[in-house]
């Protein structure tokens, strides 16, 4: 597969990369690259048991976050995480040297030695619709993420966004729907009324151009992409500093691993002003 780039033109210029090249992902550090999508060629056979095994709920791991941590102190949490007995030693193994692969990716974009560490096996809910992720303030803003199994990740084309502030609008009021069907629910009434109202405004995407253009970001691929510095969360910032994405609301559930850096490597610190002086 070819690089391909989607680019919104104009001052606001923002692009994703579709790549089958994995070191294509470095270029995430890219003022204007909002995210890097690499989808392998072919994901390797061990993927299909561990997709199998996390779907029967066989294989779980229980939610993870490591918030500053090493390469070995990860490689450590990974051996006792990942349970003997569920998949083969060798499919186990398979497993862990790839999610250590994606510490050596994060590592080789930033030359970073401590990490931020989220994983996790759970079903998708209806809690989170489309999102921004976000960082500590002046904090690396590029992560990782993989999904190892599911329906793959949806996101929004920057050239699709009308605007962020718009985008925030659709966010914020989702929220709200969201926190007032907890309280229903903790008080024991009916939520559907309020399910319905979530659904229509996730169906309704005020925040794109063309609403019913979904891009997906297919299971197995690793995405390198812009999470925004917590300071400018809600703010009308350019598109290039937030990747907008949805993971699946249904279905069996999926194993992710999602990685950061909580801080500079001493001769990056330079990308720290860099970050957020838009
Ligand atoms: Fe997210």
């Given at each position: 597969?070819?690089?391909?780039?989607?680019?919104?033109?104009?001052?606001?210029?923002a692009?994703?990369?579709?790549?089958?090249?994995?070191?294509?992902?470095?270029?995430?550090?890219?003022?204007?690259?909002q995210a890097?999508?690499?989808?392998?060629?072919?994901?390797?056979?061990?993927?299909?048991?561990?997709?199998?095994?996390?779907?029967?709920?066989?294989?779980?791991?229980?939610?993870?976050?490591?918030?500053?941590?090493?390469?070995?102190?990860?490689?450590?949490?990974?051996?006792?995480?990942?349970?003997?007995?569920?998949?083969?030693?060798?499919?186990?193994?398979?497993?862990?040297?790839?999610?250590?692969?994606?510490?050596?990716?994060?590592?080789?974009?930033?030359?970073?030695?401590?990490?931020?560490?989220?994983?996790?096996?759970?079903?998708?809910?209806?809690?989170?619709?489309?999102h921004v992720d976000t960082v500590?303030?002046?904090?690396?803003t590029?992560?990782?993420?993989?999904?190892?199994?599911?329906?793959?990740?949806?996101y929004a084309?920057p050239?699709?966004v009308?605007?962020m502030?718009?985008f925030y609008?659709?966010l914020?009021?989702?929220?709200?729907?969201?926190?007032?069907?907890?309280?229903?629910?903790?008080?024991?009434?009916?939520?559907?009324?309020?399910?319905?109202?979530?659904?229509?405004?996730?169906?309704?995407?005020?925040?794109?151009?063309?609403?019913?253009?979904?891009?997906?970001?297919?299971?197995?691929?690793?995405?390198?992409f812009k999470h925004v510095d917590?300071?400018q969360h809600?703010a009308?910032h350019p598109k290039s500093q937030a990747w907008i994405h949805?993971?699946?609301?249904?279905?069996?559930?999926?194993?992710?691993?999602?990685?950061?850096?909580?801080?500079?490597?001493?001769?990056?610190?330079?990308?720290?002003?860099?970050?957020?002086?838009?």
């Open positions: 597969m070819a690089t391909q780039r989607t680019t919104a033109g104009g001052a606001d210029a692009t994703v990369i579709d790549t089958a090249d994995r070191s294509e992902l470095k270029l995430v550090i890219e003022e204007n690259v890097v999508i690499f989808t392998p060629p072919a994901l390797p056979g061990w993927f299909d048991e561990v997709a199998h095994s996390v779907e029967t709920g066989d294989f779980q791991i229980a939610r993870t976050v490591l918030p500053n941590a090493n390469y070995q102190e990860i490689e450590r949490t990974l051996e006792l995480r990942i349970s003997t007995g569920v998949l083969s030693a060798e499919v186990r193994e398979c497993l862990k040297q790839d999610m250590m692969a994606l510490v050596d990716d994060l590592r080789g974009i930033y030359g970073v030695s401590r990490f931020m560490l989220r994983c996790f096996t759970e079903a998708p809910t209806h809690d989170c619709g489309y500590p303030p002046a904090a690396p590029c992560g990782l993420l993989r999904v190892y199994n599911g329906q793959g990740t949806e084309d050239r699709n009308t605007s502030l718009e609008r659709y914020a009021h989702r929220e709200r729907l969201v926190r007032e069907r907890r309280e229903m629910q903790r008080a024991g009434h009916s939520s559907a009324a309020l399910d319905l109202e979530i659904d229509a405004l996730d169906k309704e995407r005020a925040f794109l151009t063309r609403p019913r253009e979904v891009n997906i970001a297919p299971a197995g691929a690793i995405i390198a917590i300071r809600w009308n949805c993971s699946p609301m249904s279905g069996k559930a999926r194993l992710v691993v999602n990685l950061t850096a909580p801080g500079w490597a001493r001769s990056d610190r330079r990308q720290a002003t860099r970050g957020i002086s838009h």
